[in-house]
């Protein structure tokens, strides 16, 4: 199979047209399956997005968080989004940075770049997506890699940076060779929508306009050598149904060609920003039926990360991880220079948040909640990406290397950056979290790794 991805929309509407008419027992032939994380095919899911069943539904969300206690245990990746350039020569109706916004364009120069990342630094953050307009002159792909250099390159008294994944427009085989090279961790890209027809509707102008060189960006990415790839679908421009299924096809499309899918999905809705309105949107989707996304998202690749970004309330993203989200920002700012500069009044947001709060607060909501931040990136310095990670999840190997990482980075941030209250609060957080660690080899280690860290060590993991 060496064709690139392509989108049989007649396909997907006849299969949620079949499904409709599936039985109770075949559904629940269904959810016993996904309970035993073998995953699900996009027959499964259509039959899944169809039942309007309240009993089915309870069980998918009992099945989906307990996928992802199973897969990952109980840490939550946290990161910041870092923009460089709100340049962009595309005209999409849902972006704030649309070519026809006028406002003053900018791009960081070395220095205000800098200043971003000592921002992001001091919050804690050891893990960054680099977001830019797109913009070949303004914002050509030698910046984005100056940017990589640069970023890579600084030290801190808390040590550095140590995971950069790059969210840029869609680009040719070269280009992608250039990004492997700059030793970036995923390469994400959002096709916003699958519906050829909405996509060329919502993009008036721009190379993001040509529906076919998008879609097909992650074969490109992967013939490149770029292992970890992450999509993304705008949920809100189109029927939510029809989208889930195209992502999935997607995703079983690039296991069958290149022997691993996407590393990570994103899952953000439509929100207002400059020039946009969400009355502008039919289909936008509401509380509950996001929800329902992520929870068979999370029953059909089990292995898979699911990103939320800080358009959705505590409350919402707190039901979210319940039900399979593995990963969220905090502290975050969607305009340029954001994190630096002291008022933000003047700036230019590529879409509007709603979860405010600071990343420390975050930290700690997370802890009361149970759940451990991890500011890990082990994984991707170990070279357990690509299928060699998917190989190691599907081992069940995965809980025993993420969770205690993820104490481990959390007890690194409680000396680094936080005060004597907090870090009794986590040094108490940690004993209990210890004791949940099915291997005792493993509790041994990470006790060892603890005391290197309180003696001065940093980035130490297994």
């Known amino acids: 199979m060496n064709k ?42 259509a039959a899944l997005l ?11 969300f009992r099945i989906a968080g307990k ?18 350039s709100d340049s962009c020569v595309n005209n999409c109706t849902y972006c704030g940075f649309r070519a026809d916004n006028k406002f003053p364009r900018r791009r960081l120069t070395m220095d205000e770049l ?31 890699l100056e ?10 008294n808390n040590g550095a940076i140590r995971r950069i994944n790059v969210n840029i427009g869609a680009t040719g085989i070269e280009d992608y060779k250039h990004l492997k090279a700059a030793e970036i961790g995923t390469y994400i890209l959002f096709q916003e929508t699958y519906h050829r027809e909405t996509y060329e509707k919502v993009h008036i102008s721009g190379p993001k306009a040509d529906y076919t060189y998008h879609l097909t960006a ?49 899952v953000p809705r439509i929100r207002e920003a400059a020039g946009v309105k969400n009355a502008a949107f039919p289909y936008a989707v509401n509380d509950e039926t996001f929800r329902k996304i992520v929870a068979i ?59 405010n709060r600071a990343a420390s607060d975050v930290i700690c909501w997370l802890m009361d909640e149970g759940l451990v931040p991890s500011f890990c990136t082990a994984c991707y310095r170990k070279g357990r990406t690509g299928d060699r990670f998917m190989e190691l999840a599907k081992a069940g190997e995965i809980k025993n290397v993420c969770l205690p990482n993820g104490l481990l980075t959390l007890k690194e941030y409680a000396l ?44 130490v993991f297994l």
């Open 114 to 144: 800098r200043s971003e990342v000592r921002a992001l630094e001091q919050m804690g953050h050891k893990r960054l997506a680099l977001e830019a307009g797109e913009d070949p002159v303004n914002c050509p792909l030698d910046y984005i």
């Open 4 to 45: 690139d991805f392509s989108v049989d929309n007649e396909y997907i509407y006849s299969l949620l047209e079949q499904e409709n008419k599936v039985s109770d027992a075949q559904v629940e032939e269904i959810l016993a399956r996904a309970e035993t994380l073998a995953g699900l095919n996009h027959r499964d899911i």
């Open 416 to 459: 680094d950056y936080g005060d004597e209250d907090f870090g009794t609060k986590v040094d108490d957080f940690i004993i209990n979290m210890l004791a949940q660690l099915d291997s005792e080899q493993v509790r041994q280690r990470v006790i060892t790794n603890l005391k290197s860290l309180e003696n001065g060590e940093r980035d």
């Open 218 to 266: 992650f074969d490109r990415s992967m013939q490149a050598g770029l292992d970890d790839v992450g999509a993304g679908v705008l949920f809100g421009l189109y029927d939510y149904k029809f989208e889930v299924l195209a992502l999935m096809l997607h995703n079983e499309h690039l296991e069958k060609r290149f022997g691993v899918g996407f590393h990570t999905i994103s």
């Open 50 to 60: 169809s039942t309007d069943n309240e009993t089915h539904w309870q069980r998918i």
């Open 297 to 355: 998202l999370r029953l059909a690749v089990p292995y898979t990360g699911i990103i939320l970004s800080t358009r959705e309330t505590p409350e919402m993203r707190k039901e979210l991880i319940n039900a399979g989200v593995s990963q969220i920002s905090a502290g975050s700012r969607t305009d340029v220079g954001g994190y630096s500069k002291s008022t933000n009044s003047d700036s230019t947001e590529q879409f509007s948040t709603v979860d």
């Open 147 to 156: 940017c990589i250099r640069e970023v890579y390159t600084m030290k801190f």
């Open 67 to 84: 996928i992802k206690r199973e897969v990952y245990g109980d840490r939550v990746v946290v990161f910041a989004p870092l923009y460089v």
